[in-house]
């Protein structure tokens, strides 16, 4: 097959991503699907897994119940009709990772997902420690399955090897990247042992040039916050994602901005996807003064109505929830606030917690929100383990900004919108120099 062939049966599969998907595997969370740090785990909302429900209030349930006595009698059928006419040998354990997937897949929720035991073994590895990846963020479109480059950083494996934000990851490997569960394909197939390589094919730019690059994978360290003074006493934070140390980095660069006699700051949340909801919570209590806001900083709902509230009282973060259990690690102590004008860049993808974030600034009007439309993530999907080595992942509630506003499927809209330049958008790397939107996000600054 020629490379023309090729790349129309990868779009002939774009097409039919949907059915596709029933079979090889459903999206993961985050941005557009998923987003995944290649090189640093993202996890996204509050933790990846919970245990298992206890018995109780089961939730009011569907107003259809599955006929699972005639779904077996049916199923006994189709195996019969197997068993007599298949001319190939099947696998039983295939067939039955099909069957929950498939159940998994009916239930029309783009995020859900069934991992056989392999998979779950795969997705659960340890991601605190160190592993060696190739420096690129991508984002899985839930609709598709196409897996693109979202940020390529500095001096990192990807960087050197000539990916560029946009690119397209076609195959890894031999493997398809289209379709299979993101953080599978990052895990199994792009990280590796140190000084070994990866071959994997982009497609890039609107004629889909099928580009070939050799990664090396080296350990990446890429730090969740970065922060320096602009000129004019402005500061500068850009926060990548919302790990669990996140917060305490996002405090220490607003201290050492603050000791260097910062007068205003932007923070920049572009194409950040997310992360752990609690990190959210501190970095929004860490900024907002509580003088100027009812408390609440955000709170979940689930389809009975029930969740937890984050919210702010007497210089503490409290959580108060519906299931009758204390939230560990509640009330922390936040005695901190900045009363300073603050701008925050934000563009499409910009999801989940970054959202929540910045929605919660602009709600209480303490920050100008400067960009583009966000992307609009504002659910929670959690792993549940099934206690036999498998799990499945499912949307088990939405998020609420302050005022009571769901951003799912809507986003934050900025106070002033502007686009990233389009001789910028294809740098790997854009220089804060020559960057547009952080250039109007200072002048919205200065205009205050």
């Known amino acids: 097959m020629d490379n023309g062939e090729a790349r129309n049966k990868f779009w002939k599969g774009v097409l039919v991503g949907a059915l596709i998907m029933a079979f090889v595997g459903l999206i993961v969370v985050g941005i557009s699907a998923g987003m995944f740090l290649i090189g640093r785990a993202v996890i996204d909302n509050q933790a990846l897994v919970q245990e298992e429900q206890t018995d109780g209030d089961a939730g009011s349930g569907s107003a259809a119940q599955l006929d699972l006595e005639a779904i077996g009698d049916k199923m006994e059928y189709i195996q019969g009709v197997v068993d007599e006419y298949f001319l190939y040998d099947e696998d039983p354990q295939k067939i039955e990772d099909g069957i929950y997937t498939g159940l998994m897949y009916g239930l029309d929720d783009p995020y859900a997902g069934y991992y056989n035991e392999d998979n779950f073994e795969s997705l659960m590895e340890d991601t605190s420690g160190e592993y060696c990846g190739i420096g690129a963020m991508v984002q899985q479109n839930v609709t598709t399955g196409i897996v693109t480059v979202v940020r390529v950083f500095k001096d990192a494996p990807a960087y050197e090897a000539g990916m560029l934000p946009g690119d397209i990851l076609y195959k890894v490997g031999d493997v398809s990247a289209t379709g299979k569960d993101l953080d599978l394909l990052v895990k199994e197939d792009i990280r590796g042992e140190e000084g070994t390589f990866v071959d994997i094919t982009v497609l890039r730019g ?44 996002f405090a220490d660069a607003v201290d050492d901005l603050e000791e ?91 999801a989940s917690a970054s959202e929540l974030f910045t929605g919660a600034l602009q709600a209480y009007g303490a920050a100008t ?36 506003v769901c951003i799912h499927e809507v986003g934050v809209t900025p106070d002033v919108v502007v686009d990233l330049d389009e001789d910028l958008k294809d740098q790997a790397v854009v220089e804060l120099s020559e960057d547009n939107q952080l250039a109007a996000a200072i002048e919205a600054l200065n205009g205050k």
């Open 206 to 249: 609107e004629a889909s040039e099928e580009v070939e690059l050799r990664v090396e994978r080296r350990h990446v360290e890429v730090p969740s916050v970065e922060h320096q003074m602009l000129e004019n006493k402005i500061g500068y934070i850009y926060v990548m994602q919302f790990d669990a140390v996140t917060s305490g980095q």
């Open 260 to 350: 260097q006699g910062m007068e205003k700051l932007v923070i920049d949340m572009r194409d950040n996807p997310g992360g752990v909801l609690d990190t959210a919570v501190e970095m929004m209590a860490y900024v907002l003064p509580e003088d100027q806001m009812d408390g609440v900083l955000i709170y979940t709902e689930d389809k009975d109505g029930k969740g937890e509230h984050f919210y702010s009282e007497n210089g503490q973060i409290c959580v108060k929830n519906d299931y009758g259990y204390r939230s560990p690690g509640y009330p922390k102590l936040d005695g901190h606030e900045l009363d300073i004008p603050i701008a925050v860049l934000v563009n499409g993808n910009s």
């Open 369 to 404: 929100v400067v960009g583009t439309q966000t992307f609009g993530k504002g659910i929670v999907q959690n792993v549940i383990p099934l206690g036999d080595g498998t799990a499945i992942k499912l949307t088990t509630s939405r998020y609420y900004i302050p005022g009571g």
